[in-house]
Structure formats: C-alpha cells, structure tokens
C-alpha cells in the first residue's frame, strides 16, 4: 500500500478506538494516541525503504516489515501505551501490506513477513516511485482509492454536522434576541 494510506488509516484507527459509540460499548477498550499510532504506521517504511535504496538489503520490506518484530512488539505494547499504541500502528501497516499483495493474486509475496528466513525479490523489490506506476490499477489500488473516499465522507460529513450545531446555536441566538 502507499505510504500515505497507512497513516490514513492509522488516524482512522485512533479515531474508532476514542468514538463515542465504541466506548460505550467496548468501555475497556484502551483509547489509543493518533500520534503514536502514525509513528507506528511509518515506522516499516522508514526503515525498510532506505535500506533497500542503500542496497544493505535487496528488497522493501525487510526487518521493520518483518514478524520477527512481534516479541518487541508486544513487549512495548504492554508495557507502555504509547508502546501498544505504536504496535497496532505497526501491525497495521504489515495487515495492509498483507492485504495489498493477496488483493493483487501475489499471495506469495506476503512471505515477506516472514523475512529474513524467506525472501521474496520481484515485485517487491521495484523502487518506491516505479513502484507506484506499477500499483496503479491494481485491485488494491482502488481499495485504497476507495479508504480516502470515505475519509473525505467522515471529514466532510464532521464539518456539516458542526456547522450544523453552530447553526442551531446561531439562530437560537437570534430569537432570543428577537423576543428582547
Ligand atoms: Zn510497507
């Protein structure tokens, strides 16, 4: 998925776990930073991208991409809420990236998880940039398409329904002053 989408997607995780209706319903679910959320979202692909373009490794997915990181992981994430809330961010993105190469028919190529004992090179080892030319179009890409579709609706949907509540709060005013 493209670098982007996961923080998108890591804000809209933050948002579910602090809404009202979660809450009420699940009340021990843990609320959990967007901020810390986002590093965790991040992190595989600010680690792995330069080591690929380096040539210290000879794909984009490697260490932050890989399982190996699960024991660290959930260390952090009960020991710390910041640390649980950078380890959902995480386990996000490697979801997500899971899901990208199953929805384009390159199941295989989720074995990047399991590196460094397995190694997959094509197609992740295209380049970030020519690697959006190539993703383009694919069955994921329009999932991904369709995400931001839906954040714009909830942002969108957000401000008319505050806008709304100023209304009301306005014309309130208004009559008040109408009755003086
Ligand atoms: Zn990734």
New binding site residues.
Partial sequence: ?LFPT?LLVAVGVGRLAGHQRVRRRLPSTPTLSAWWLVVGAAL??VV?KPLGTLGVVDTY?SVG?SLLLVPLAVALAVRYRRGLAVTVGWGS?LAL?AFHVVANGRASDALFLAWPALTRSDPLAIPPGEFARFYAGSPSFYVELGLWLAAVVVVLRSQSAADRRDGKKGGRRDGREGDR
């Fill in positions: 998925m996961h595989p692909d792995d997915h991409h993105h990236d």
